[in-house]
């Protein structure tokens, strides 16, 4: 009975502990996470800026549509008066 119990008490430890190998693959998947968020973040920056070129082109079309319609509404009042 000692050496059964004796025997279920060292598998049990055994199976218990991360071995060596098991630490080197959950350190090579902890790495590869921290690279994915790095490339992620990168990512994250570039489409921030691309989302602020695309507010400023906005600003500038918008613009561009005040003046067209400005001038629209010039010729429609001069064409009135002929």
């Not at 800026?49 to 009042?77: R, Y």
Request: charged share 30%; glycine share 2%.
């Amino acid at each position: 009975m000692k050496k059964v119990s004796m025997l279920f008490a060292i598998a049990l430890l055994a199976t218990g502990c991360a071995s060596t190998s098991d630490l080197e693959a959950l350190q090579g998947r902890v790495d590869a996470i921290e690279a994915s968020d790095k490339v992620t973040a990168n990512e994250i920056e570039d489409l921030k800026q691309k989302m602020a070129n695309c507010e400023n082109k906005h600003k500038q079309c918008a613009e561009h549509c005040k003046t067209v319609n400005s001038k629209l509404d010039n010729l429609f009042k001069k064409s009135q008066f002929k």
